[in-house]
């Protein structure tokens, strides 16, 4: 059993927890410490019965676990890449999980801290990033690219050939059209069809998508 740090004892962090108790019901792999979050009032609390250890530097110092990063949201989805950079551990030291009811073709590859919750279908030759985060009933069909940092919230559906550039946030339920390209650090809103190229750094939303605003200057900070 490898020990395994959750970093974030939000929503997200809480979900990876229970990924976690379903993949070592299927096969006993992670010994799962606990979360760590810079929050000092979850400090010592129990989430979902996973203790809260301590602050986000404890990674740096347990050199012996691997770590997740399970942080973000549509209003701040820049938060894991900025995570990962303050930790600046190697990437060997992070763990990919995939929820075992999930379908993963053999030609499809996922990258170290990327996280695929329970229903997911990765089809034929799908690339997805480190620190990724496929919420549950995912669809990414053949040839799709998802760049580091990016999160498919839930039911979004990719059809083929689809790149959804680094750190961009696609709504749930978003469904986007072949070979389109969503730029990085952009936001899909939820439910929206996507017709044409999101160019980075934007907030599309509707049907057919349509700009709504510039993305928060914050993503990068
Ligand atoms: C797109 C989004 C970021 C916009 O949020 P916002 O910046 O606070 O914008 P507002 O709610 O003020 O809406 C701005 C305009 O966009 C429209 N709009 C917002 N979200 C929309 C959506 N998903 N589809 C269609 N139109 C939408 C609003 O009707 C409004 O239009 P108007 O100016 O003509 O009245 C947000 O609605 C969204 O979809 N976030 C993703 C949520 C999600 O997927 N959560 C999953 C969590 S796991």
Redo the contacts with the bound molecule.
């Keep these: 059993m490898t020990p395994l740090l959750i970093i974030g004892a939000g929503?997200f962090g809480r979900e990876t927890a229970q990924l976690v108790h379903a993949i070592n019901d299927a096969e006993p792999t992670w010994e799962l410490l606990g979360h760590l979050d810079d929050d000092p009032r979850k400090h010592g609390a129990v989430v979902d019965g996973v203790p809260v250890l301590g602050g986000t530097a404890e990674a740096v110092r347990r050199d012996d676990a691997r770590v997740v990063v399970c942080i973000g949201?549509?209003r701040d989805y820049g938060s894991r890449a900025r995570m990962v950079a303050r930790l600046g551990l190697p990437p060997d030291r992070y763990a990919t999980l995939v929820h075992p009811s999930a379908s993963v073709s053999r030609t499809s590859r996922i990258g170290p801290g990327s996280i695929v919750l329970a229903q997911t279908v990765l089809t034929a030759a799908v690339t997805v990033g480190a620190h990724v985060a496929i919420?549950p009933h995912v669809t990414l069909t053949h040839d799709d690219v998802v760049g580091d940092f990016a999160t498919l919230?839930?039911g979004v559906r990719l059809a083929g050939g689809v790149r959804v550039g680094p750190g961009a946030?696609v709504?749930?339920?978003?469904l986007v059209r072949e070979t389109l390209t969503i730029g990085s650090h952009s936001?899909?809103?939820?439910?929206?069809v996507v017709i044409r190229d999101v160019p980075p750094e934007q907030?599309w939303?509707?049907?057919p998508a349509r700009f709504?605003?510039p993305a928060p200057v914050h993503l990068e900070s």
Excluded: F, K
């Design positions: 929503g949201s549509p919420m919230a839930s946030y709504g749930a339920g978003a936001l899909v809103g939820m439910g929206s907030v939303a509707g049907v709504i605003r």
